[in-house]
């Protein structure tokens, strides 16, 4: 074939946001400071979970385990992303992107499935309460939590056997801060059709997917609350949901807006935009998010901290 005399790529040029030096030095420094919030506070989550008793629960289990989905998916993107806005050559190696890609979409196909079996989780404890310790035991969350690795591997395996052997010959310009899937295989000197709608099916079965089982589980929520006589009964009931709802709603509609819908004209600095929102914004909310509505976390919260002072207190006395 005519592509196998042309030169292989070994380096991707990644253009970024394309702004000027004052801008981008704004732009680097706003990253930054989320990226960073978004590495604190998603930790403090999973080190609240791991000792504190009372978050022993399926349910910050699973919050936990989003936040350490938070920290890896970011951490494969932001810091190239953060390197390359002072860098003269915006580049990364062959095999370090189709890396980034690999692990970027393999996380977030995880992190959609963890959605999805939360909502699950409270659907469990608002519907079925009386059996709700019995339903979601130890071993029930632990195989739900693998189910969630092993669905994302096998949703992304086509696109990805697909994808790996196609030919890059140039150019090797990515309109993009990270190694997406849709400016990376714009690169390709091959027919791509196939690979693009493995693509879209993936990304269709993935987000509708699991859109529809979250949709199908508040939707007997929402019926099973309707019916309590109290409102105040009612309000307790939905307290529990809202944090979730709000992280369902952030994670799907800006992914649904980027992979979903149909390609038509330019449409790669909005999906940028879209992308940060998914990728360093979201996650920087999510500790926020779940822990200024939850009593239980702020008080864990209250407790370490007292912890804290009270041991450099001592020290101070000692002295």
Do not use: W
């Given at each position: 074939?005519?592509?196998?005399?042309?030169?292989?790529?070994?380096?991707?040029?990644?253009?970024?946001?394309?702004?000027?030096?004052?801008?981008?030095?704004?732009?680097?420094?706003?990253?930054?400071?989320?990226?960073?919030?978004?590495?604190?506070?998603?930790?403090?989550?999973?080190?609240?979970?791991?000792?504190?008793?009372?978050?022993?629960?399926?349910?910050?289990?699973?919050?936990?385990?989003?936040?350490?989905?938070?920290?890896?998916?970011?951490?494969?993107?932001?810091?190239?992303?953060?390197?390359?806005?002072?860098?003269?050559?915006?580049?990364?190696?062959?095999?370090?992107?189709?890396?980034?890609s690999?692990?970027?979409?393999?996380?977030?196909?995880?992190?959609?499935?963890?959605?999805?079996?939360?909502?699950?989780?409270?659907?469990?404890?608002?519907?079925?309460?009386?059996?709700?310790t019995?339903?979601?035991?130890?071993?029930?969350?632990?195989?739900?939590?693998?189910?969630?690795?092993?669905?994302?591997?096998?949703?992304?395996?086509?696109?990805?056997?697909?994808?790996?052997?196609?030919?890059?010959?140039?150019?090797?310009?990515?309109?993009h801060?990270f190694c997406?899937?849709?400016?990376?295989?714009?690169?390709?000197?091959?027919?791509?059709?196939l690979?693009?709608?493995?693509?879209?099916?993936?990304?269709?079965?993935?987000?509708?997917?699991?859109?529809?089982?979250?949709?199908?589980?508040?939707?007997?929520?929402?019926i099973?609350?309707?019916?309590?006589?109290?409102?105040?009964?009612?309000?307790?009931?939905?307290?529990?949901?809202?944090?979730?709802?709000?992280?369902?709603?952030?994670?799907?509609?800006?992914?649904?807006?980027?992979?979903v819908?149909?390609?038509?004209?330019?449409?790669?600095?909005?999906?940028?935009?879209?992308?940060?929102?998914?990728?360093?914004?979201?996650?920087?909310?999510?500790?926020?998010?779940?822990?200024?509505?939850?009593?239980?976390?702020?008080?864990?919260?209250?407790?370490i901290f007292?912890?804290?002072?009270?041991?450099?207190?001592?020290?101070?006395?000692?002295?």
């Amino acid at each position: 074939m005519e592509y196998k005399n042309k030169t292989r790529v070994t380096e991707f040029i990644l253009l970024g946001f394309q702004n000027e030096k004052g801008v981008e030095l704004l732009l680097f420094v706003v990253f930054f400071l989320m990226y960073v919030t978004s590495l604190i506070g998603n930790t403090m989550i999973i080190i609240l979970v791991c000792v504190d008793y009372r978050l022993h629960s399926p349910m910050y289990f699973f919050v936990a385990n989003l936040s350490f989905l938070e920290v890896t998916i970011t951490s494969t993107v932001v810091p190239k992303m953060l390197v390359n806005t002072f860098s003269l050559r915006k580049v990364i190696s062959f095999s370090g992107c189709l890396t980034q890609s690999f692990f970027y979409f393999l996380l977030g196909s995880t992190e959609f499935f963890i959605l999805a079996v939360m909502s699950f989780d409270r659907y469990v404890a608002i519907c079925n309460p009386l059996r709700y310790t019995i339903i979601m035991n130890k071993q029930t969350c632990l195989l739900l939590l693998l189910g969630s690795y092993v669905g994302a591997f096998l949703v992304m395996f086509p696109s990805s056997i697909l994808t790996a052997p196609l030919p890059f010959c140039g150019p090797n310009v990515i309109n993009h801060f990270f190694c997406d899937s849709a400016p990376v295989l714009k690169l390709v000197c091959a027919d791509i059709s196939l690979a693009e709608l493995a693509d879209f099916i993936s990304s269709a079965v993935l987000l509708l997917g699991s859109l529809l089982l979250t949709g199908v589980s508040y939707t007997y929520i929402v019926i099973t609350i309707l019916r309590i006589p109290s409102v105040q009964g009612r309000q307790k009931a939905f307290s529990t949901c809202i944090s979730h709802i709000t992280v369902v709603t952030l994670y799907y509609g800006s992914s649904i807006f980027i992979y979903v819908r149909p390609k038509k004209g330019n449409v790669m600095d909005v999906n940028k935009f879209a992308t940060v929102l998914n990728t360093i914004v979201t996650p920087m909310l999510n500790p926020f998010i779940y822990s200024l509505r939850n009593e239980k976390v702020k008080e864990s919260l209250r407790n370490i901290f007292n912890i804290y002072m009270g041991r450099i207190t001592n020290l101070k006395s000692q002295k």
